[in-house]
T-cell receptor, first 115, second 114 residues
Framework: DAGITQSPRYKITETGRQVTLMCHQT?????MFWYRQDLGHGLRLIYY???????DKGEVPDGYVVSRSKTENFPLTLESATRSQTSVYFC??????????????FGNGTRLTVT | GNSVTQMEGPVTLSEEAFLTINCTYT??????LFWYVQYPGEGLQLLLK?????DKGSNKGFEATYRKETTSFHLEKGSVQVSDSAVYFC?????????????FGTGTRLKVLA
């Protein structure tokens, strides 16, 4: 089925470890986004990508790395996980981005716990 | 800057009650407005949208009208069901501020009792 798939759904990791969250979309949307959702902070943008090989920082990029070698994939890597990165992470895509009133389409999220 | 303000929750209603969740916004340009719904353990799903003043978005019995004069986009449903229990997010995108900037409200939790 078409849509956005995130994996894993749940992940527990230790402080200092590297972890990668995967995101795959089947629509060929140009824009892809990573958000984190925390109580009291709502949704915060980590990184976004306007096309393959084009990425840029959002509001809270520190400690995260992204890449986009193919249009359909947008992995998010925590280089050295910290407890403050315990959160629910959502990947989203948009056909043309916010300039053209395209809505966001979200995956089901990855719940990450850093111990 | 752009912002979205929605009513604090939780909102608790009995089944078949009328629902209103208030949303107001500030924007630099001419934004599009969205309502998203998040069920437990899931991502946000687009519920409805409106792209210009006086547009009415509707889906699954929910409606919202883009009111430029009051900068509002209130969500309504005439008769809620237990299955509508979820968190509802109002959001906007404003072409005047770039291609990646979606602004979300903090969410309103709705609980519908049988």
């Amino acid at each position: 089925d078409a849509g956005i798939t995130q994996s894993p759904r749940y992940k527990i990791t230790e402080t200092g470890r590297q972890v990668t969250l995967m995101c795959h979309q089947t629509w060929s949307h140009s824009y892809m986004f990573w958000y984190r959702q925390d109580l009291g902070h709502g949704l915060r943008l980590i990184y976004y990508s306007a096309a393959a090989d084009i990425t840029d920082k959002g509001e809270v990029p520190d400690g995260y790395v992204v890449s986009r070698s193919k249009t359909e994939n947008f992995p998010l890597t925590l280089e050295s996980a910290t407890r403050s990165q315990t959160s629910v992470y959502f990947c989203a895509s948009s056909e043309q981005g916010s300039s053209y009133n395209s809505p966001l389409h979200f995956g089901n999220g990855t719940r990450l716990t850093v111990t | 800057g752009n912002s979205v303000t929605q009513m604090e929750g939780p909102v608790t209603l009995s089944e078949e009650a009328f629902l209103t969740i208030n949303c107001t916004y500030t924007a630099t340009g001419y934004p599009s407005l969205f309502w998203y719904v998040q069920y437990p353990g899931e991502g946000l799903q687009l519920l409805l949208k409106a792209t210009k003043a006086d547009d009415k978005g509707s889906n699954k019995g929910f409606e919202a009208t883009y009111r430029k004069e009051t900068t509002s986009f209130h969500l309504e449903k005439g008769s809620v069901q237990v299955s509508d229990s979820a968190v509802y997010f109002c959001a906007l995108s404003d072409p005047a501020v770039g291609t990646y900037k979606y602004i979300f409200g903090t969410g309103t939790r709705l609980k519908v009792l049988a």
